[in-house]
């Protein structure tokens, strides 16, 4: 008789915790704003989740505390909990950001273009150097007509060795960025490779500055727009989903 209660106790435990695991996936999906700069809304019959990408990515090695960031480790499992999630119809992604680290800008992005729910992006402010990719990476792109693109080659920070290897990896991470763009946008990988290596524009740096109705001319961003268009967008993409 004990060990049937001992038994019932354990059985009631796990219960427990499967309850507690299943409230802890929930809330990668609704935690409060403040806390995950992410919103979900319900309106027009469908749900739509609102994922903000903006400061710097961080990749690997954490930046200042005075810094605003987004941090790749808590991104792509949001991402995730959203493409399984049978609650949410669409994503918005609202970027407003300097770049940062590259591959896990490129991993966020690659992410972002696997999904199977429609997903809109929309640029404000700013969306420079790796967060071109991530601008390009939804189904459907706009950026509003304040807004800038800053088009540039890829850094490295910290000791290169001056040998012709470190140029080489350098070139090919380049050429990465530069075919998932072309893959992802309306702009050849021969164009966007242009703008990266234009002299003359940029002071102090070799690249291209492109503001909103540009990005759209060279095929880069599909629409200009603003936050209501950009719903209604999204909006009119699950209905025909």
Do not use: W
Request: glycine content about 8%; proline content about 3%; charged content about 25%.
């Amino acid at each position: 008789m004990q060990e049937q209660t001992e038994h019932s106790k354990k059985s009631k435990k796990t219960k427990g915790s499967n309850k507690e695991c299943k409230e802890q996936r929930h809330d990668i999906t609704d935690a409060p704003a403040e806390e995950s700069g992410s919103v979900t809304v319900e309106a027009d019959d469908c749900v739509i989740h609102c994922l903000t990408i903006i400061g710097e990515i961080e990749g690997h090695t954490e930046l200042p505390a005075q810094n605003k960031t987004t941090k790749y480790e808590h991104v792509i499992p949001r991402l995730v909990a959203l493409e399984e999630s049978r609650d949410i119809d669409g994503l918005l992604v609202i970027l407003n950001t300097v770049g940062g680290d590259i591959e896990a800008g490129l991993a966020i992005a690659e992410l972002l273009a696997g999904m199977s729910k429609p997903t809109v992006s929309l640029v404000l402010g700013g969306g420079h150097s790796i967060g071109v990719p991530l601008a390009v990476a939804a189904k459907y792109s706009f950026i509003a007509p304040s807004a800038s693109m800053t088009i540039h080659p890829v850094r490295s920070t910290g000791l290169t060795l001056g040998v012709r290897q470190s140029f080489e990896y350098l070139q090919r991470m380049q050429q990465r960025i530069n075919n998932f763009v072309a893959e992802n946008s309306k702009i050849t990988a021969a164009r966007y490779n242009g703008l990266v290596m234009t002299t003359g524009e940029l002071v102090m740096d070799v690249g291209t500055v492109l503001e909103g109705r540009q990005a759209v001319e060279e095929g880069l961003i599909d629409s200009v727009g603003n936050l209501s268009i950009a719903l209604k967008k999204l909006k009119s993409m699950i209905k025909d989903n």
